[in-house]
Nanobody, 122 residues
Framework: QVQLVESGGGLVQPGGSLRLSCAAS????????IGWFRQAPGKEREGVGY????????YYADSAKGRFTISKDNAKDTVYLQMNSLKPEDTAVYYC???????????????WGQGTRVTVSS
């Protein structure tokens, strides 16, 4: 059974950091690019960034550039989203998803996790 499980969300103060994890089971991450998406209350889902199949390349949305870093450990079938300098507007449910393409288009992603909530507030 293909499954993605996010963890690491929580409450953090503005300017703080969090590291989210996305663990895969039922498939090997080597063959998939992994994307991170988020959905804030009352807003549409938006892409945060993705890492390519072998982890050699990453892409970030403008909102994430310079603050977020995606890394991939294929040996552990886990992808990480390191988030620094967090802002209240980063508050959202964060999802990881898998695709065999290099894309930020959510419709091209085949497998999704259940999400982990991040709240940035003082």
């Amino acid at each position: 059974q293909v499954q993605l499980v996010e963890s690491g969300g929580g409450l953090v103060q503005p300017g703080g950091s969090l590291r989210l994890s996305c663990a895969a089971s039922g498939f090997t991450m080597d063959y998939y690019a992994i994307g991170w998406f988020r959905q804030a209350p009352g807003k549409e889902r938006e892409g945060v960034g993705y890492v390519t199949k072998r982890g050699g390349n990453t892409y970030y949305a403008d909102s994430a550039k310079g603050r977020f870093t995606i890394s991939k450990d294929n040996a552990k079938d886990t992808v990480y989203l390191q988030m620094n300098s967090l802002k209240p507007e980063d508050t959202a449910v964060y999802y990881c998803a898998a695709t065999n393409m290099a894309t930020m288009d959510a419709y091209d992603y085949d497998y999704w996790g259940q999400g982990t909530r991040v709240t940035v507030s003082s």
